[in-house]
């Protein structure tokens, strides 16, 4: 099956732990993206890449981290800087300049 | 700066009647794409409509047309015969080149409501 895969969908961390989100595409698309969206509230870009090795910081990247080794895979990393991280976490994909910008399913993330 | 901005935290609308979700954009990049979004309560986002910068006509999906309008820079989505199925959160984003590659952002959204 095509698409994008995120992983987990929900999940539970302590506060002081990091916890690391999966994406996954095989759409083979250049572009990746990860944004985050608080209850009723529209989605906010956290970082984003054009190519492997290169990735660039969006508009709240402060206590995020992610890395982009493979062009299938874009990891997201929630630190423990991160001072509220419970949110929805939604990972997306394109082709650079093309007309259509394809989401996962979303993870939520619940600090406890 | 970019940006994109919803004004409408909500909106009504009768069904099979026709309902206009408000978008305006700020960019000084010539180049850019418009998209709009609808979003469930599933949280799945669902591709709707896309509009280039260049392009001459304003576009349309079935029930779904934007009316672009470059010069005020406004890209409102226009919703033809609302159905139930439609309540939902709708986004507009845009696409513009910043450094490192193609960034698109998004409005805050505005909740539809569809009435029997």
């Known amino acids: 099956d095509g698409g994008i895969t995120q992983s987990p969908k929900y999940l539970f961390r302590k506060e002081g732990q990091n916890v690391t989100l999966s994406c996954e595409q095989n759409l083979n698309h250049d572009a990746m993206y990860w944004y985050r969206q608080d209850p009723g509230q529209g989605l906010r870009l956290i970082y984003y890449?054009?190519?492997?090795?290169?990735?660039q910081k969006g508009d709240i990247a402060e206590g995020y981290s992610v890395s982009r080794e493979k062009k299938e895979s874009f990891p997201l990393t929630v630190t423990s800087a991160q001072k509220n991280p419970t949110a929805f976490y939604l990972c997306?994909?394109?082709?650079?300049?093309?007309?259509?910008?394809?989401f996962g399913e979303g993870s939520w993330l619940t600090v406890v | 700066a970019q940006k994109i901005t919803q004004t409408q935290p909500g909106m009504f609308v009768q069904e099979k009647e026709a309902v206009t979700l408000d978008c305006t954009y700020d960019?000084?990049?010539?180049?850019?794409?418009l998209f709009w979004y609808k979003q469930p309560s599933s949280g799945e986002m669902i591709f709707l409509i896309y509009?280039?910068?260049?392009?001459?006509q304003n576009a349309t999906e079935g029930r779904y047309s934007l009316n672009f309008q470059k010069a005020r820079k406004s890209a409102n989505l226009v919703i033809s015969a609302s159905q139930l199925g439609d309540s939902a959160m709708y986004f507009c984003a845009m696409r513009v080149l910043n450094t490192g590659g193609f960034k698109t952002i998004f409005g805050a959204g505005t909740r539809l409501f569809v009435k029997a």
């Open positions: 509009q280039g910068s260049y392009d001459q």
């Open positions: 960019t000084s990049d010539p180049s850019y794409g």
């Open positions: 997306a994909v394109s082709v650079g300049s093309g007309n259509t910008i394809y």
């Open positions: 890449s054009q190519i492997v090795n290169d990735f």
